[in-house]
């Protein structure tokens, strides 16, 4: 004789319908892998607006516990500091938006800018990653107060420094947009520590396709990072893997 299944309760049909995929699909992004939208120009030529990047999330876990560590040349996703940035949702809460910029300086690093160049250790780091395309739009900064201060006090959360040594546990991030506004960064508002880091971003997943061409207007000031950027050209399949720049290789010692 076949027994007939006792119908779900009014909890496991909740549960089955609604809450499952919902705990599911928090624990993927929070502990195994999410995307994340790149908003703005910080990160030219490198990122472009609204691109989406896979962030590994378990990396972020095992460091924040101690197990291996962020290297310099990753691609970061982060919080800035409140005194930095905060944004309103309908004016019923403040909140501080996700910023990505370019891990630049380790805890324990000694760390200076001269004429854009960025020193580690007293090692130079070479900025053809970024400086060709910079200098072939007329926008490579040599000469601002972020161009040749490794701590600004433009933003007001600063003091002026020439040479900071990063503090244990904290990071000292930088825009790949080297124009003299480009980027909000650690020059303005200081390292940033573990705890505010979300991930690295690991690779560009969308568009599928984007144009080679990128003219970037370093003449205009806008709200709107679209203004900044016109495309052309044919279109290649813009999928890619986000590797280290070959500078940050080097051994910079302590």
């Not at 996700?98 to 004429?115: A, E, Q, W």
Request: glycine fraction near 8%; proline fraction near 6%; include cysteine.
């Amino acid at each position: 004789m076949t027994k007939l299944k006792k119908p779900p309760n009014a909890f496991q049909r909740l549960w089955k319908e609604l809450l499952e995929p919902i705990v599911f699909a928090v624990v993927i992004t929070q502990f195994i892998a999410t995307l994340v939208g790149v908003d703005g120009v910080s990160m030219m030529p490198n990122l472009r607006h609204h691109e989406r990047v896979l962030v590994p999330k378990y990396e972020t876990w095992l460091h924040k516990v101690g197990i291996g560590d962020f290297k310099r040349g990753d691609i970061l996703i982060f919080k800035p500091p409140a005194a930095a940035e905060t944004r309103t949702f309908f004016n019923l809460w403040t909140y501080r938006p996700f910023l990505i910029k370019r891990l630049t300086g380790l805890p324990g690093d000694k760390l200076r800018i001269s004429k854009g160049v960025v020193f580690v250790n007293g090692k130079a780091l070479s900025n053809n990653y970024t400086a060709d395309y910079w200098k072939s739009q007329g926008c490579w900064d040599t000469d601002s107060p972020i161009a040749n201060q490794i701590q600004s006090s433009l933003k007001g959360i600063l003091t002026d420094q020439a040479e900071i040594t990063i503090p244990a546990g904290e990071y000292f991030v930088m825009g790949d947009n080297r124009t003299e506004n480009g980027s909000e960064d650690s020059r303005l508002f200081g390292p940033i520590p573990l705890r505010d880091i979300a991930g690295r971003a690991a690779a560009v997943i969308w568009p599928i396709m984007r144009q080679e061409n990128a003219k970037y207007n370093c003449a205009i000031q806008s709200a709107n990072p679209a203004d900044y950027v016109t495309t052309s050209g044919k279109s290649n399949l813009n999928w890619r893997m986000l590797t280290r720049p070959e500078t940050f290789n080097q051994d910079f010692g302590k």
